[in-house]
C-alpha cells in the first residue's frame, strides 16, 4: 500500500512538471502574481489628488484656506478657474477630481460673527479621491475655525481658549493598519486566495489532462496501485501538499517581508493556521477535479469565482452586512476562513484562540472535502472497473461471434 | 449575397454547438446572471448599517450614558456590548465581534463641569477598510457633538444668541455636494465595474474557448469550408451568435441596474447602448486576438483568464490609477475594463460628452480591431494544427 502510495506520487509530480498548463498555475502564478498585486497596491494610499479652486472671494482667508489644502498630503491644487463652468468642464477633462468653491462673502460673514460656507464638489467615481477630497477640506476648515474662535472669544490665557473652544477633547485611535493603507487591507486575502484559486485550477487541470490521455477517457488507470481510494488519494496529496508547503511560505513569509506589509502572526501561527487551510484546498480542489471533463473546463467553472469569494470573505465589504445566504454560500469555500483567519492573525496580532472557530471549520472543511474526495474517487474506480468489464464482454462476445462464424 | 447566406450558415452550426455543450451553457447563461446577482444583492443596503461597535464607559453618569444612547441611534452603528476595559475592547476587535470603540476614562463628567478638557477616544479598526472608515465616521460625529453640546451650554448662558453660537462652535461649514452619486452608495460603485469586469472574463474566455474546441474537436476544416475558406466570412459567422447574447445579458443588466435599481447615470441611454456595444466588441476581440497569438486552447485561455482577473484590479475603480507607479499607469491601457470604467464614470456616470473620455473610446475600438492583427495565423491554426493535450 505504501509502496503504491509513492508510486502514485511520483507519478502525479511527473505529471505536474511535465505539463505547462498545470506548471503555469502551480509555479508560475503563484510565484508572479503576489508580486504584481504587491507592486500596484504598494503606493498604499492616494497623495495629492488634483483639486480645482474657484476663488470668489479673493481675501487673505480664502488663500490661507486654499494654501493649507495644498499644503496636506492628501490634496494638490491643480488651478484656479474664474467660474464654476471652466471648474466643471477640468473635471471632466479628468484635470481635477474635485472643486473647492469659496463664496465671495466668504470673509465678511467670518467677520460678522456668522457661519461661512465653502462649497466641496466631488467627483464620485474614485471612493479615495473622493475621501481625500473631503476629508482634507473638512480638517483645514476645522483647523481654521479653531484660530477664528480663539481670535473671537478673547480670554486671558491660551489654556483658557483652548478649554472654550474644545471643552471636551476628541482622540482619533485607528488600530491595527494605522495609515489606513489600501495594499495592507487587500493583500493578505488575495494572497490567500490565490493560493486556493490556483490550487484548485492546477489540481483540476491535471485531472483533466489525466482523463484526455486516458484511452478510455477515465480519470484513472486500470493498473495496479490505482485499485485503492486512501492510495490514490494520499498520494496525490502528498505530490500537492510538497509543492504549496514552498508556495505557502512564499506567499505568507517571503512576500509581506519584501514589501513590509503588516505582519504580526509568528511563524508557529502561520504554520497552525496553514496546514489545515492548505489541506483543505487540497482535498477541495480534488473534489472539484472530479467534475471536469475536459481539461479547460476547469478555468470556466473556477476562475469567475475568485473575485466573488474576495467579497465573501467579509473583507471588502464587512462581514456584518452580508446577507444570509451569501454567508451561508460562503461556509463551502476554505478561503472565507483562510482569509478571515489570516487576516486577523497576521495584520490584527489576534493570537490563535481568537480565530479558534475559522481553525475549527477549516479543520471542518479538511474531514469532510477528504471524505467527499474518497467518494467521488471510490466512485471512479468503479467506473473504470464497469467499464472495463463490460469492455471485456464486449470483445468476449466478438470472440464468440467470430468463431461461431469459422466454424459456419 | 454568398456571403450573407455563409455567414448565416455558420451562425446557424454555431448555435448548435452552443447548444450541444452545456459549458456554454453554464458561461453565456447561468454563471454571468449568477454574478449579476450576486453583487446586485450582497451590496443592497447601498451603504453597510448596523455595524457593531462597542463602548468602554468607565465613567458611567448620566452624561456618558447619553452619548452612548446616541452613537446606538445612529444608522451605520449599532451598540453591540459594553466593555470594562480597552484591553478587553481591543481584544474583541481582534475576535471580530466589533469594528470600533468608544473609550470615555473616569472622570470625564467631573473634568468637563470644571473646565479642565477632558479626553475622549474613538478606536476602529482599519484592517476592513470599509468597516473603519464608515464607523470612524460615526464616532467621530458622536465625540464631536457631545463637545460641542457642553459649548453650547456654556456660551447660551453667556448670553450668545443661537446664530453666533453656531458660528462660534463652528466658524466655517462645508457644503458638500457628492457630483452624481448623492447617497455615496457603494452599490452603485462596485456593481458597475465589477459585473462588466466578469463579464469581460467571460467572453474572453469563452471567445478563446470556441476557437481552441474547433481544433479540439477536429471540426476546424469543415467550419472554414463553409466559408470557402474566407477566414473573415468564417469568424463573422461563428461569434455574431455569441456576440448577440453577451448583448442580450450586457443590456439586460444595464436595464436592471439603471432603471430597475436606478443606479445614478447622468449620461443618456444612447450612451448606455453604445458603452455595452463597446463593451462586448472589444472584449471578444482581446479573446480572439489571444487566441490567434497562442494558437493552444489551454496558453490562450490562461491567458485570457489571467489577464481578466487582473484587469479587476488595473481597472482601478477601487485603488486609483493615479495613485500606481508609473509604469503601471501606462500597462493599464493594455486592459479593456480599465478604458470601459474611464467611458463609463465620464459619459455614464458623470454624464460629460463622449468627446471628453475619446482616448478610451479609442482605446476600445483599438481592442475591436485587434483580430484583424492575427487572422492569417488563426487561419493556418485551423488548418493545420492538431490538438496535442
Not at chain 2, 11 to 19: A, D, K, N, P, S
Request: charged fraction near 15%; charge should be positive.
Amino acid at each position: 500500500m505504501i509502496r503504491d502510495t509513492f508510486f502514485i506520487w511520483r507519478q502525479e509530480l511527473k505529471e505536474v512538471f511535465n505539463d505547462e498548463g498545470v506548471l503555469i498555475f502551480f509555479i508560475i502564478v503563484p510565484l508572479v502574481y503576489p508580486l504584481l498585486y504587491s507592486w500596484i497596491y504598494n503606493n498604499e494610499t492616494v497623495r495629492e489628488v488634483p483639486v480645482v479652486v474657484v476663488d470668489d472671494s479673493h481675501t487673505g482667508l480664502s488663500r490661507r484656506f486654499v494654501r493649507m489644502c495644498d499644503a496636506s498630503p492628501d490634496v494638490h491644487i491643480a488651478c484656479y478657474a474664474q467660474d464654476m463652468d471652466e471648474a466643471k468642464s477640468l473635471v471632466s477633462r479628468q484635470v481635477a477630481k474635485g472643486i473647492y468653491f469659496i463664496p465671495s462673502d466668504f470673509e465678511t460673514r467670518v467677520n460678522r460673527l456668522e457661519q461661512a460656507t465653502i462649497s466641496v464638489y466631488c467627483d464620485m467615481s474614485l471612493m479615495l479621491a473622493y475621501k481625500a477630497v473631503y476629508q482634507t477640506a473638512q480638517l483645514v476648515s476645522m483647523e481654521m475655525g479653531s484660530e477664528i474662535k480663539t481670535k473671537l472669544g478673547g480670554r486671558y490665557t491660551s489654556r483658557e481658549e483652548a478649554i472654550a473652544t474644545r471643552p471636551l477633547d476628541v482622540a482619533d485611535v485607528p488600530v491595527f493598519n494605522p495609515s489606513g493603507g489600501y495594499g495592507s487591507f487587500i493583500l493578505p486575502a488575495v494572497l490567500m486566495l490565490i493560493l486556493q484559486q490556483t490550487l484548485v485550477l492546477g489540481i483540476g487541470m491535471a485531472a483533466g489532462t489525466a482523463r484526455e490521455n486516458n484511452r478510455y477517457k477515465q480519470l484513472i488507470p486500470i493498473s495496479r496501485p490505482y485499485q485503492g481510494v486512501f492510495r490514490i488519494v494520499f498520494g496525490k496529496s502528498l505530490c500537492y501538499f510538497m509543492i504549496y508547503a514552498l508556495m505557502g511560505t512564499w506567499l505568507t513569509v517571503v512576500i509581506p517581508w519584501i514589501f513590509g506589509f503588516p505582519q504580526l502572526a509568528s511563524g508557529w501561527t502561520l504554520l497552525v493556521l496553514m496546514f489545515p487551510y492548505i489541506l483543505a484546498c487540497i482535498f477541495f480542489g480534488i473534489v472539484m477535479s472530479c467534475m471536469v471533463k475536459y481539461r479547460e473546463n476547469v478555468m470556466l467553472l473556477m476562475v469567475f469565482v475568485s473575485v466573488p469569494l474576495l467579497f465573501l470573505s467579509g473583507i471588502s465589504w464587512p462581514q456584518s452586512n452580508i446577507p444570509a445566504f451569501w454567508q451561508g454560500v460562503s461556509w463551502i469555500f476554505p478561503s472565507t476562513y483562510g482569509v478571515r483567519a489570516y487576516m486577523r492573525l497576521n495584520s490584527m496580532g489576534a493570537t490563535l484562540g481568537d480565530v479558534a472557530t475559522e481553525l475549527r471549520m477549516l479543520w471542518l472543511h479538511v474531514a469532510i472535502y477528504f471524505a467527499l474526495a474518497c467518494a467521488v474517487y471510490r466512485y471512479q474506480i468503479y467506473l473504470t472497473r464497469q467499464d472495463a468489464l463490460s469492455r471485456l464482454h464486449e470483445m468476449k462476445k466478438k470472440k464468440k461471434r467470430k468463431n461461431l462464424e469459422g466454424t459456419k | 449575397m454568398k456571403y450573407l447566406r455563409q455567414i448565416y450558415e455558420i451562425g446557424m452550426r454555431e448555435l448548435l454547438i452552443l447548444r450541444r455543450n452545456h459549458m456554454y451553457r453554464f458561461c453565456m447563461v447561468a454563471f454571468p446572471l449568477l454574478t449579476m446577482f450576486f453583487f446586485t444583492s450582497i451590496m443592497s443596503d447601498g451603504l453597510p448599517t448596523g455595524m457593531p461597535v462597542a463602548v468602554v464607559d468607565l465613567d458611567n453618569t448620566s452624561m456618558t450614558r447619553s452619548l452612548a444612547q446616541r452613537l446606538d441611534a445612529f444608522q451605520m452603528t449599532r451598540v453591540v456590548a459594553r466593555y470594562p476595559s480597552v484591553a478587553e475592547a481591543r481584544h474583541a476587535i481582534q475576535e471580530n465581534k466589533i469594528y470600533g470603540f468608544l473609550y470615555i476614562p473616569k472622570g470625564t463628567t467631573d473634568n468637563l463641569l470644571a473646565n479642565r478638557q477632558p479626553k475622549v477616544s474613538y478606536y476602529y479598526s482599519n484592517a476592513s477598510l470599509t468597516a473603519g472608515s464608515m464607523v470612524m465616521k460615526d464616532l467621530k460625529t458622536i465625540s464631536t457633538l457631545g463637545s460641542a453640546a457642553v459649548g453650547q451650554a456654556t456660551l447660551r448662558a453667556r448670553g450668545f444668541t443661537d446664530e453666533q453660537i453656531k458660528t462660534l462652535l463652528q466658524p466655517i461649514v462645508i457644503d458638500l455636494h457628492q457630483i452624481a452619486n448623492p447617497w455615496g452608495s457603494y452599490d452603485s460603485y462596485i456593481s458597475t465595474t465589477m459585473v462588466p469586469g466578469m463579464m469581460m472574463l467571460f467572453i474572453f474566455l469563452i471567445s478563446a474557448y470556441s476557437l481552441g474546441n474547433e481544433v479540439k474537436f477536429g471540426s476546424s476544416k469543415e467550419w472554414l469550408a463553409k466559408a470557402d475558406n474566407n477566414i473573415y466570412v468564417a469568424l463573422l459567422g461563428k461569434f455574431l451568435p455569441q456576440t448577440i447574447i453577451w448583448l442580450a445579458l450586457v443590456y439586460g443588466y444595464e436595464y436592471y441596474v439603471f432603471e430597475v435599481l436606478r443606479f445614478p447615470h447622468l449620461g443618456g441611454p444612447w450612451m448606455l447602448i453604445l458603452l455595452g456595444l463597446m463593451q462586448v466588441l472589444a472584449a471578444q476581440g482581446f479573446g480572439i486576438f489571444s487566441y490567434g497569438l497562442m494558437p493552444s486552447l489551454r496558453m490562450s485561455m490562461s491567458v485570457c483568464s489571467l489577464w481578466a482577473v487582473l484587469s479587476i484590479s488595473m481597472a482601478g475603480s477601487a485603488f486609483p490609477v493615479m495613485a500606481m507607479d508609473g509604469p503601471l499607469q501606462s500597462l493599464s491601457w493594455l486592459f479593456p475594463l480599465r478604458h470601459y470604467f474611464m467611458l463609463y464614470q465620464t459619459c455614464v456616470l458623470n454624464g460629460y460628452p463622449l468627446l471628453e473620455a475619446w482616448f478610451h473610446f479609442a482605446g476600445l475600438a483599438a481592442f475591436m480591431l485587434l483580430p484583424w492583427l492575427v487572422v492569417r495565423k488563426i487561419k493556418n491554426a485551423m488548418l493545420t494544427y492538431v490538438y496535442i493535450p
